[in-house]
T-cell receptor, first 112, second 114 residues
């Protein structure tokens, strides 16, 4: 499985933008970059995904480097409810069985 | 209505017992999954079913047996429970299991084996 590297933890202040980095230097050409988050005591929640181009949705933006070896999840205005573990995942397209493999993620703390 | 629902939310049982966790999705998805999150918070895929057919089995002990009576349900039966089975189990679903699709997760079942 292609691996991702994320900082263990990050801190932000409420209403400020947050940039969560992810390195994935061994990404293959057909791997999608997915971001999920897990709030305390809840199941993982889809945030955003992309292949090559930057993506925006109501929750966040995903900026993908031109060589695709890194990406950044951008929360435009962090709220206390954004405090969670954020997972950057390469959705494995190797073989015929697709599986979403979670790493350690980044624990985001949002200060009031 | 909850998209992916699991029952029970909490399950406390003794070693050696057999227990089941039920999962249902009302999204019309073809693919369902079971994930396990251990005490260190690592999320690992256990099984994946597509249209009631097992497509992923991640070296899970034979004591774990998933059963999919129809596309909307994927239950997890665990025989002879061990202390190490204590974890949070998450069910998830996706439309067709492709890499450009998103997974929807349930809220989890916290299993405690005493």
């Amino acid at each position: 499985d292609a691996k991702t590297t994320q900082p263990n933890s990050m801190e932000s202040n409420e209403e400020e933008p947050v940039h969560l980095p992810c390195n994935h230097s061994t990404i293959s050409g057909t791997d999608y970059i997915h971001w999920y988050r897990q709030l305390p005591s809840q199941g993982p929640e889809y945030v955003i995904h992309g292949l090559t181009s930057n993506v925006n949705n109501r929750m966040a933006s995903l900026a993908i480097a031109e060589d695709r070896k890194s990406s950044t999840l951008i929360l435009h205005r962090a709220t206390l409810r954004d405090a969670a573990v954020y997972y950057c995942i390469l959705y494995n397209s190797g073989g015929s069985n697709y599986k979403l493999t979670f790493g350690k993620g980044t624990l985001l703390t949002v200060n009031p | 209505d909850t998209a992916v629902s699991q029952t029970p939310k909490y399950l406390v049982t003794q070693m050696g017992n057999d227990k089941s966790i039920k999962c249902e999705q009302n999204l019309g998805h073809d693919t369902m999954y079971w994930y396990k999150q251990d005490s260190k918070k690592f999320l690992k895929i256990m099984f994946s079913y597509n249209n009631k057919e097992l497509i992923i089995n991640e070296t899970v002990p034979n004591r774990f047996s998933p059963k999919s009576p129809d596309k909307a349900h994927l239950n997890l039966h665990i025989n002879s429970l061990e202390l190490g089975d204590s974890a949070v189990y998450f069910c998830a679903s996706s439309r067709g299991g492709q890499t450009n699709e998103k997974l929807f997760f349930g809220s989890g079942t916290q299993l405690s084996v005493l």
